[in-house]
């Protein structure tokens, strides 16, 4: 006869019925994810829509300092990091990230018509070089062709990249910044430039303080709002002579923004078996509560029955 504490048991089931809709729902978010990629139609840079587009090509630095994975100090045009230390508990041990991080550098995607430049704020990377190696210290001193032993080091260090020239497919929401800024816009760069003018006090008086009695009047004032307007009227103009420019970023409506180097069907593959994995779970936390709710009605049933026989 099923038997079972009552608090250990409506527990439990409720553990599983949680799981059981978690995994459902995981479920088709990766049916989704799979979905996306294998119908939205790979663009040509040069004539992409605004919008919503899938970009494939290879990625590529921009002009400028370059890109630096933290840990093993290799050029790259993305990185994330995570350095995990070993915690024991008797015979039992795990591993608990002490740093972490991820880059938001902007680089390039180019193909045979164009480039685009990609922030990878927020976005799903997945990369195709991964590199694990262990050490003694919470920064590695030594790459990973000279590492530490996975059984006994205490430290794990873990870093993902994108390599200029690698191959990458991105989906993300497409657009084309030109040099013209609305009004709003410049007021809004004019503010900006006011307020960082305020932080050296020093510096403000000695360009607008024509009396020289250490505060701006109303005069003074508009003459460095002025100022500061026909510099920004200046950077606009220069901005304004130069070639539009294509970025990929994460999408305001809420869909996803995927960045990866691995080919498209095995991304596609991989989210596959990610739903498969989370609807199987489903099943089993589904029929696990219901198969605990049987089996405690049918021994409440039995309980009852034996209590009513004289």
């Not at 195709?128 to 001193?141: C, F, H, I, N, S």
């Not at 503010?191 to 360009?207: G, I, M, S, T, V």
């Amino acid at each position: 006869m099923y038997t079972a504490d009552p608090g250990n048991f409506w527990f439990w089931v409720i553990v599983l019925c949680v799981l059981a809709a978690v995994a459902l729902i995981a479920g088709f978010v990766f049916l989704l994810r799979a979905w996306t990629v294998e119908n939205v139609p790979v663009s040509p840079i040069r004539s992409a829509a605004q919008g919503y587009v899938k970009l494939e090509g290879h990625a590529d630095l921009m002009s400028g300092p370059p890109i630096i994975a933290p840990l093993t100090q290799s050029r790259c045009t993305w990185w994330s990091f995570r350095v995990e230390e070993r915690v024991r508990s008797g015979r039992n041990q795990s591993w608990r990230t002490v740093n972490q991080g991820i880059s938001d550098d902007l680089f390039l995607i180019c193909d045979a018509t164009g480039q685009c430049v990609v922030d990878p704020t927020q976005a799903e990377v997945i990369p195709a070089t991964r590199t694990v190696w262990y050490g003694d210290e919470p920064q590695p001193l030594r790459g990973p062709q000279v590492s530490g032993f996975a059984l006994t080091s205490p430290y794990r260090y873990v870093e993902e990249l994108i390599a200029p020239r690698e191959f990458i497919f991105a989906l993300g929401f497409f657009r084309t910044q030109t040099g013209d800024a609305g009004a709003l816009a410049i007021n809004q760069e004019v503010a900006q430039l006011l307020h960082d003018w305020k932080q050296n006090q020093a510096e403000l008086l000695r360009r607008f303080d024509n009396d020289h009695d250490g505060q701006l009047n109303d005069q003074e004032w508009e003459a460095a709002r002025e100022a500061a307007r026909a510099q920004v009227l200046a950077q606009e103009q220069q901005v304004a002579q130069r070639a539009p420019t294509n970025v990929l970023a994460k999408p305001q409506d809420g869909r996803r923004f995927i960045i990866s180097t691995r080919q498209e069907t095995q991304v596609i593959r991989r989210f596959q078996l990610w739903a498969a994995a989370c609807l199987l779970t489903f099943v089993i936390a589904g029929a696990a509560a219901g198969y605990m709710i049987t089996q405690h009605n049918r021994a409440a049933a039995a309980n009852a029955t034996s209590s009513a026989q004289p």
